[in-house]
């Protein structure tokens, strides 16, 4: 068990859709790194956040936002749904924002658009 | 920049015979690496790191990785596969490389495991 905790674990909805995945991030660790993983794209970095502010910044589409609240859980907001966004979206967290520490892994949400 | 090669994408096993993984990277600074293992519908796991200590790392469940700076190279390896060996595999190389933390992940190498 990494620690690291998302919901929902799978989601369905249709095209033009709003979606919210929410992920709690280890005791302890301060830094959410937001991913998302497809068969042709692999695993792509969308967004970090450490300790509620916005670090790094990825492949994250116009109509994708997130945040990091003060509790320390992170929600990525998807907006605009297209059949392209179908995808495993997993959240990490690790103690720090320097890349030099372990990332813990949730399990994933996996998003299906119809 | 930084960047990370996994030089196959499939590697074929049969049970109780030497596994080897192959990883590639490059960065403009000292980089930190990772080798993490994917099993199916699960989310990833730290198998090792390397972060500038000795340059032979060992794993959990048996796997270690050998960091050679002259090759740039952080090829996994373990003396013995098992059936639950397989899974997906990924190398990652992050620390500051250009003002960027953010980590970057290979491709992955599918590590199929024959009985």
């Known amino acids: 068990d990494s620690g690291v905790t998302q919901t929902p674990k799978h989601l369905i909805t249709a095209t033009g859709q709003r979606v919210t995945l929410r992920c709690s991030p280890r005791s302890g660790d301060l830094s959410v790194y937001w991913y998302q993983q497809s068969l042709d794209q692999g695993l792509q970095f969308l967004i970090q956040y450490y300790n509620g502010e916005e670090r790094a910044k990825g492949n994250i589409l116009e109509r994708f936002s997130a945040q990091q609240f003060p509790d320390l859980h992170s929600e990525l907001n998807l907006s605009s749904l297209e059949l392209g966004d179908s995808a495993l979206y997993f959240c990490?967290?690790?103690?720090?924002?320097?890349?030099?520490?372990?990332?813990?892994f949730g399990d994933g949400t996996r998003l299906s658009i119809l | 920049a930084q960047s990370v090669t996994q030089l196959d994408s499939h590697v074929s096993v049969s049970e109780g015979t030497p596994v080897l993984l192959r990883c590639n990277y490059s960065s403009s600074y000292s980089p930190s690496l990772f080798w993490y293992v994917q099993h199916p519908n699960k989310g990833l796991q730290l198998l090792l790191k390397y972060t500038s200590a000795a340059t032979l790392v060992k794993g959990i469940n048996g796997f270690e990785a050998e960091f050679k700076k002259s090759e740039t190279s952080f090829h996994l390896t373990k003396p013995s596969a098992h059936m639950s060996d397989a899974a997906e595999y990924f190398c990652?190389?992050?620390?500051?490389?250009?003002?960027?933390?953010?980590?970057?992940f290979g491709r992955g190498t599918s590590l199929i495991v024959h009985p």
């Open positions: 990490a967290s690790s103690v720090d924002w320097t890349g030099n520490q372990p990332q813990h």
């Open positions: 990652v190389v992050s620390g500051a490389s250009g003002g960027s933390y953010i980590p970057t």
